[in-house]
């Protein structure tokens, strides 16, 4: 049984979904410790109503050289204090230091919600749009140095509709996000990941596994 860790800003939808994942035995893992940068953030009580302690590690104040690191130590420090094994990112607004990314390499993970490695970086939904893109979806990926750049955990697509907007596409690729985080983190704890060069290799994955849109499939 691992001991994650979740870093989350904002409303966490992700992180309950890690959570559910959890309380449902289908991760076998613990949460020990949601850390958020941001002291308001919506998903920290969503946490604790899960039983699961809480941190706010607060950026205000924290600019300038070196800030960042020594911001990314503090949550370091918490994490390890709370005993955490694998870190997963979940709405984390904030850019990681090269420390940190080090520090946790291949037991830190992200959820983006693009097709990467297309459309990394901020308003990804918006990016989708103006390339009139027909199809998009997430990616749950490893984090390394260069942002939403790590290997390919796992993705889902959907499809982009006529008519769609930033709000309705998003809506569409957070019902992927919801299934495919839990699966990769599972796939993660169960130890069936190894990183190969810039590729992920899912350990005892049947080679005649169904391909569907999502990838590797909900169940196996
Ligand atoms: C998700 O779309 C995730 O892919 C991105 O930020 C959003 C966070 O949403 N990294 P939530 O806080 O998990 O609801």
Redesign the pocket.
């Known amino acids: 049984m691992k001991n994650v860790g979740i870093l ?10 890690l959570l559910e994942g959890m309380r449902a035995h289908e991760i076998d893992a613990r949460c020990a410790l949601v850390v958020s940068n941001v002291p308001d953030a919506p ?1 920290l009580p969503k946490a604790r109503s899960y039983g699961v302690s809480t941190a706010v590690v607060d950026q205000r104040g924290t600019r300038g050289a070196g800030a960042r690191e020594a911001h990314d130590r503090a949550v370091d420090e918490a994490l390890r204090a709370a005993g955490v094994e694998v870190v997963c ?5 904030r850019i990681l230091s090269a420390w940190f990314v080090e520090a946790w390499r291949d037991r830190l993970i ?4 693009s097709l990467l490695p297309s459309f990394p970086g901020l308003h ?1 939904h918006r990016q989708v749009l103006e390339h009139g893109a027909r199809v998009s979806g ?1 990616t749950v990926h490893f984090v390394d140095a260069e942002v939403d750049g790590g290997p390919i955990i796992a993705q889902a697509a959907v499809p982009v509709l006529p008519g769609d907007d930033e709000d309705s596409l ?1 809506a569409r ?2 019902e992927q ?1 919801h299934r495919v985080y839990p699966r990769a983190l599972q796939l993660l704890c169960a130890g069936r990941l190894r990183v190969d060069g810039r590729r992920v290799v899912v350990e005892a994955e049947p080679l005649d596994a169904p391909r569907s849109l999502v990838v590797p499939p909900p169940r196996d």
């Open positions: 989350v800003s904002g409303r966490g939808s992700n992180m309950v979904a998903a990112l979940a709405g984390y607004m992200n959820i983006h919600p990804a997430c998003a690729v957070l996000e």
